[in-house]
């Protein structure tokens, strides 16, 4: 029979998303295997320190003010942060989450944080961005109309210039068009 606290465990170790619980002073509670990998120690070895143990003073301080924030606001601080994983050297954009954790009674227990990477999802973010810039750029500069239409309320949601010079209309007036 499994009990919760083994169950608890191996759901928290089995994560892809890093997640570790610091104390309200930044002593580490818990913490598991990806965590490991991003101080490159083992759960045992992390326990019991703070971030001063294994990242220089500067990343410490910083990591302490958001965990400073998350208990002062009682709300979830959220960063994005780039971050070298001390197991082998690699780099991810991080969204960290870092909350209030407080026991069954309402005490606070500590700061929770968890991490995922962002990084392919910032990537196609930009390579989107670059794309949206460059057909808006041809949808502005096209000789010829081009108008959006909304199919439910058969209202214009976009025109280009060529559409509004095309039929005397200024892109605000456009906008307020219906087909019917």
């Not at 320190?49 to 002062?72: C, M, N, Q, S, W």
């Not at 949808?139 to 005397?168: S, Y």
Request: aromatic letters at 10%.
């Amino acid at each position: 029979l499994i009990t919760l606290g083994t169950l608890l465990h191996t759901l928290l170790k089995t994560m892809p998303d890093m997640v570790w619980l610091k104390s309200a002073n930044g002593v580490y509670l818990a913490c598991n295997s990806r965590f490991e990998r991003y101080f490159g120690a083992k759960e045992k070895d992390i326990i019991g320190k703070t971030d001063y143990d294994f990242v220089g003073e500067e990343l410490a301080d910083y990591f302490r003010e958001h965990d400073r924030k998350a208990l002062i606001n009682s709300v979830p601080s959220i960063s994005e942060e780039w971050s070298t994983f001390a197991d082998d050297g690699h780099c991810e954009l991080l969204e960290k989450i870092k909350t209030p954790m407080l026991d069954s009674h309402g005490n606070l227990i500590g700061v929770l944080g968890i991490a995922r990477d962002i990084t392919e999802r910032k990537r196609f973010e930009q390579r989107l961005a670059e794309r949206e810039e460059l057909f808006r750029a041809i949808f502005n500069q096209a000789p010829v109309g081009i108008e959006l239409i909304d199919p439910e309320t058969l209202q214009f949601v976009e025109a280009n210039p060529a559409a509004c010079r095309m039929l005397g209309y200024t892109h605000e007036e456009f906008l307020r068009l219906r087909l019917i």
